[in-house]
């Protein structure tokens, strides 16, 4: 698959089962290290960032199956050893090995991961935790070398709620004697996952969701089952769609309050929002219309991996809105691709200022994982045929994106 050809005017209508969460499943894949034997992760999503951590398992030593969205990881004989460049250069979450590898191993060796193009994707916070827990890292040549012997339970304090760091400290602070304090830690709906995964196999950790999470490690670990909770930001794609398509939709498999951000700015915008425990519904009858700024910041916060398709489904609506991205320097590619099919975007640096109107077909390329998504969502309300190319972006984070939209009344096929 190369393409989208997308035909836009249709409005959506149906129901849709949500993945599994993209960021949720792969550090709790990583996880699954800790312990020798088998652990089951069920609700996993086909991605190829999934497909690529579990290439990354196997060359570890793990033995690695799927049924349909199970992931079996038998982890009884882990190789401590290094994730080669060509494995970890695709995909930002693969440098959570670090911590897995540490607890299970005392060592680890990778080289700098790869991932969206977003701007400066540092790690000095995740090398910050492991040092202080005592771990001796040097990086040399492209390659982080982690030495953990004497590794011990330490306050770690993070001046960003980075989401990787915060999961790189859990896993490492599993295998260390002692008590780790990670205080400043990310609370997103991803973290609190990975806590009850890895409290399901043994570990004494708690907190996650909030600000200050402790793990009293050194306890030995087995393997665990898992359900992995809905993609949040599949769901705010889908319900961007409907915004900018039109029509009712209904999600299930999502957990509204691990969107709220989201539906609080869509009923703003005109949207009608129903939710039950487990399901989102959506309704438009007209555009949307501009709302108050939109500042991106760390959960409870509005998420900014929403931020490029709620900026597309605002395009083609009425009236002005703000966009402010503070989590990345260079998340706005998106914006060139959109303007291409009409789109009236103003960009001063971090701020981003769209005028609705209605938008016409293009040929855009996407040229991360949420801007590709974006432009499927302009693509749905605009005037023609678009065509879209960069899908292998869109292929690494949405299970069946096209399937899915053409369940729902869309005319997306691939070409
Ligand atoms: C996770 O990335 C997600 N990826 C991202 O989703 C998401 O956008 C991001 O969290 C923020 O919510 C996965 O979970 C696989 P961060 P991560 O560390 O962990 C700076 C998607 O589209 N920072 O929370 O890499 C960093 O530069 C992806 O699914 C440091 O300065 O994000 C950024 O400005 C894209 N030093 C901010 O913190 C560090 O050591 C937040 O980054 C680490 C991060």
Redesign the pocket.
């Known amino acids: 698959m190369c393409e989208f050809e997308i035909t836009g005017g249709r409005p959506l209508a149906g129901r849709l089962a949500v993945q599994g969460a ?2 949720s499943v ?1 550090p709790i894949l990583a996880a699954a290290v800790l312990a020798p034997g088998e652990s089951v992760i069920h609700n996993c999503p086909d991605l190829t960032d999934v497909a690529a951590t579990l290439d990354i398992l196997r060359l570890l030593g793990c033995t690695v199956a799927r049924e349909g969205d199970t992931v079996q990881v038998d982890a009884s004989r882990v190789r401590c050893g290094c994730v080669p460049e060509k494995l970890m250069g695709g995909m ?2 693969s440098v959570v090995f670090l911590g897995a590898l540490l607890s299970r191993c005392g060592g680890a060796e990778l080289s700098y991961p790869g991932g ?1 193009e ?1 701007g ?7 090398l910050m935790a492991l040092r202080t827990l005592g771990v001796k890292v040097s990086e040399e040549g492209g390659q982080v070398v982690c030495r953990g012997d004497g590794m011990r339970g330490e306050q770690i304090c993070l001046s ?1 709620p ?4 915060t999961e790189n400290a859990m896993l490492a602070a599993c295998g260390c004697p002692g008590v780790t304090t990670i205080v400043g830690a ?1 609370r ?1 709906p ?1 973290i609190e996952d990975l806590q009850s995964f890895l409290r399901a196999m043994g570990a004494r950790i708690e907190g996650a969701g909030s600000p200050v999470i402790r793990i009293e490690g050194g306890a030995p670990l087995h393997p665990a089952e898992h359900t992995v909770i809905g993609d949040r ?1 599949a769901a705010a794609t889908y319900l961007c769609a409907a915004g900018a398509a039109g029509g009712c939709v209904t999600l299930t498999g999502v957990d509204p309050g691990h969107l709220t951000a989201v539906l609080s700015v869509l009923r703003e915008a005109g949207a009608d929002i129903q939710t039950t425990p487990g399901s989102v519904s959506i309704l438009c009858a007209a555009p949307l219309y501009g709302v108050r700024p939109v500042r991106t910041a ?1 959960h409870p916060g509005f ?3 929403a931020q490029a398709p709620l900026m597309a489904a605002l395009c083609c609506g009425t009236g002005a809105t703000m966009f402010v991205e503070n ?2 320097l260079s998340r706005y590619r998106h914006v060139g691709e959109l303007t291409r099919m009409g789109a009236d975007i103003q960009v001063d640096g971090r701020v981003a200022v769209v005028t609705g109107r209605p938008l016409h077909a293009a040929r855009v390329r996407g040229s991360d ?2 801007g590709a998504a974006a432009l499927v969502v302009a693509a749905l309300a605009a005037r023609g045929v678009s065509r879209l190319s960069g899908v292998n972006h869109i292929l690494r ?1 949405y299970q069946d994106l096209d399937g899915n939209l053409r369940a729902l009344g869309a005319q997306i096929y691939p070409v």
Do not use: Q, W, Y
């Open positions: 993209k960021n792969l930002r979450s969206c977003l400066p994707r540092p790690i000095d916070l995740h960003i980075s989401v990787g760091a990310a997103e991803e930001i760390p998420p900014t991996d989590m990345f994982l949420r984070g």
